[in-house]
């Protein structure tokens, strides 16, 4: 069976940017040319999450803004889902 192709938005498509080494003090430095397309700034707090055998880090301030949206709407989408039940 054929799967079904998934269209990823462009800000969810996985970029490749090189390489780090973990050093003596568990700390890895995030290379410049990520740091600099995804806005990484000294300082900025970013949560760190495993998956499977790897690990994914995305900045705080990103998870901040989306609850913050999302909290807006809530009203919408509790009527959204009252409707569907």
């Known amino acids: 069976m054929a799967r079904k192709k998934i269209s990823v938005p462009p800000a969810f498509r996985p970029e490749f940017y090189g390489t780090?080494?973990?050093g003596e003090r568990g700390q890895a430095v995030v290379p410049a040319?990520?740091?600099k397309a995804l806005g990484l700034k000294k300082g900025e707090k970013l949560l760190v999450f495993g998956m499977?055998?790897?690990i994914v880090l995305?900045?705080?301030s990103g998870?901040?803004?989306f609850e913050e949206?999302?909290?807006?709407r809530l009203a919408d989408i509790r009527e959204v889902?009252?409707?569907n039940k």
């Open 58 to 60: 995305t900045k705080l």
């Open 81 to 83: 889902i009252r409707k």
């Open 63 to 65: 998870l901040e803004k």
């Open 20 to 22: 780090t080494v973990l």
């Open 52 to 54: 499977r055998r790897g």
């Open 33 to 35: 040319e990520a740091r």
């Open 69 to 72: 949206r999302l909290s807006k």
